[in-house]
């Protein structure tokens, strides 16, 4: 034992991080380094946990360290770089204006904020089975390192000038890399060689990552789906499953002794293994992580990001067909088959159809499949068409009608916007009066008035207007795609057409649900911490996460809700007068929930 524990650690690696101003403030005056930093590191976890189960928190945590960590301005270098591009690709010397710069800076910040996403997604879900000290560790250690150069087999520093994204995410490495330090942390048995070896390259991060990236090896797999499911129960003994993923660059965080042996103490493991070389089903392709014996944790493949690999999905709907919460998983199948013959017909440069266009580009519900970040092929495909053209077929419009970037929006004559829209005046200008569809996030952090987007009927991404006080001027907008933020609407008037929210939503300020009589579905959390009355929630049928209302006092409006897929927290209620619909909460019959709801009502008689 090297130390006492990860916070020890910590403080000998960064040698002044006990002075560091957020760790002062975290602790008292006459706390020891290690008391100082063991504090911060519970005030960390503590933020990090409220924020995963709170969307708007989490959407708040992340644009903080959007603020803190992305680029705010383009160095010259950058700006040249452009030029000279532009130069040899024939343009000659062009000029680049403050636009033009604006335009640059919001594509690189978006690539930045994108791949810091991967890190906090990641590091905040409970497929991240890591000390709350190993994390910090982690991403202290990630924000300092620039891409990966091959020849050398190292990183490169960041700096505040720096425009590329921010290093991937390799799972299996950062498993490896805490496999690691725990042999020196706390009481464990004698370290081994190996391990020694790898320590005297140093223990930061850097080193560390640097070394597991180069020694996960490469695996050509195939499309062989000959293979054999194998079980590892829950409480046996981890090892078996453990050894079985060493050197096969599965990407799977269970190549770690210690997350392998946490996994398998909370739940059945399942692993689908393909023929090796010698013909022996050794090759782990498909692995399925259970909470307990019955509920799926979560579905890995071995493609990009741990998505499942193309041959491997009908494999795995056969074996989700065995779970009871397998809906969910089976849309998600679907989904990567669908993509899949998208990509085929794209290789053999067939035509895409309508429809295909349409589920490509994500347009009226997004593609999920089963990895940690979105299927790599969906922008590998859609970076090889025209997309204008393929705008025009799937809306039957001119091409001059599609805008892909924010200056297209000039000519006054932009339907569909393809990409994030991103405008940070206080009211919308005549440029968008014709905008029906915007394919990417809405981010309007300054807006007011949603006057001027009579016509706006999808949002295909997040919709982010935390400064809007009237939602008059979206009576048209039926669906939004993603996350929902409306952090200062206190009124539901407007969304007369509303009919579907794909995502968490949150309006903390919303005290009426009168305006929202179109809606019929939430898919993710739906939180409305001050909602008083749920009168105008008539044809909501369906809450596809957590639903949080604090605040009701009854459940009245709610005639129509049959099913909450997650936990349900109705704290003020005393009667369940208003769920005669409701048959499901949190995957169980919803006679308890009502009984448990009403039982509240007796107890005050």
């Known amino acids: 034992m090297k130390y006492k524990n990860g916070e020890e650690f910590l403080n000998s690696l960064y040698n002044n991080m006990h002075m560091e101003e957020a760790v002062i403030h975290a602790g008292e005056k006459n706390d020891s380094p290690t008391e100082k930093i063991g504090k911060y590191i519970e005030r960390l976890e503590r933020v990090h946990d409220i924020a995963k189960d709170n969307p708007h928190k989490m959407e708040v945590l992340k644009q903080f360290y959007y603020n803190k960590y992305v680029i705010k301005e383009l160095p010259d270098s950058y700006i040249n770089l452009e030029k000279k591009i532009a130069r040899e690709r024939g343009y000659g010397d062009i000029s680049i204006t403050d636009e033009m710069k604006e335009e640059m800076l919001l594509g690189v910040q978006k690539e930045q904020e994108k791949s810091l996403d991967m890190w906090i997604d990641y590091l905040t879900s409970d497929d991240a089975m890591y000390p709350m000290w190993f994390k910090h560790y982690a991403f202290r250690g990630m924000l300092k390192l620039n891409k990966f150069d091959k020849e050398k087999g190292e990183f490169g520093r960041r700096s505040k000038t720096t425009t590329e994204a921010f290093i991937e995410l390799n799972s299996e490495a950062l498993a490896r890399v805490y496999d690691t330090l725990a042999k020196e942390i706390g009481i464990n048995e004698e370290i081994d060689e190996e391990t020694k070896k790898v320590l005297e390259k140093g223990e930061s991060f850097k080193k560390l990552y640097e070394y597991y990236l180069i020694n996960t090896g490469y695996v050509n797999r195939g499309n062989d789906t000959d293979g054999i499911w194998v079980k590892y129960d829950q409480g046996s003994d981890y090892k078996p499953l453990w050894e079985s993923l060493q050197g096969k660059n599965t990407g799977w965080c269970t190549v770690g002794e210690e997350t392998a042996k946490t996994q398998l103490s909370n739940g059945d493991f399942y692993v689908y293994y393909t023929k090796d070389k010698e013909g022996v089903y050794k090759e782990p392709r498909i692995a399925i992580r259970m909470d307990g014996k019955n509920k799926i944790g979560e579905v890995r493949g071995v493609g990009e990001h741990q998505n499942l690999e193309g041959c491997m999905t009908s494999i795995a709907e056969k074996k989700l067909n065995e779970f009871l919460d397998k809906d969910k998983y089976l849309k998600k199948v679907n989904n990567m088959k669908m993509l899949t013959e998208i990509d085929n017909k794209v290789n053999k440069n067939l035509e895409l159809t309508k429809e295909e266009l349409i589920f490509l580009y994500q347009i009226y519900s997004n593609i999920e499949g089963f990895g940690y970040e979105e ?76 006057e001027g987007f009579e016509n706006l009927q999808y949002i295909c991404g997040k919709a982010i207007f935390p400064k809007l006080k009237s939602a008059k001027g979206f009576r048209n907008l039926k669906n939004i795609s993603k996350i929902a933020y409306f952090d200062s609407l206190v009124s539901a008037e407007g969304f007369d057409s509303l009919e579907n929210l794909n995502y968490e939503v949150d309006f903390p300020k919303l005290m009426s649900a009168e305006g929202f009589e179109s809606l019929q579905s939430i898919g993710g959390s739906a939180i409305f911490t001050n909602l008083i009355s749920a009168k105008g929630f008539d044809n909501l049928k369906n809450i596809r996460g957590k639903a949080y209302f604090p605040k009701l006092s009854s459940a009245l409006g709610f005639y129509s809700l049959q099913n909450i897929e997650k936990e349900a927290k109705f704290p003020g209620l005393v009667s369940a007068e208003g769920f005669e619909s409701l048959e499901k909460v949190n995957g169980e019959d919803a006679i308890k929930f009502k009984e448990e709801i009403n039982s509240r009502g007796s107890k005050t008689l």
């Open 375 to 450: 299927d790599p092929r969906i922008e590998e495909i859609q970076d090889k068409r025209d997309i204008k053209k393929d705008f025009a077929l799937i809306f039957n419009c001119k091409e001059e009608n599609v805008g892909t970037k924010i200056s297209d929006l000039k000519k006054n004559n932009v339907m569909w916007f393809y990409g994030d829209l991103i405008y940070y005046g206080e009211m919308l200008t005549d440029k968008f009066k014709k905008l029906q569809i915007i394919v990417g996030d809405a981010y309007f952090p300054n807006l007011v008035s949603a």
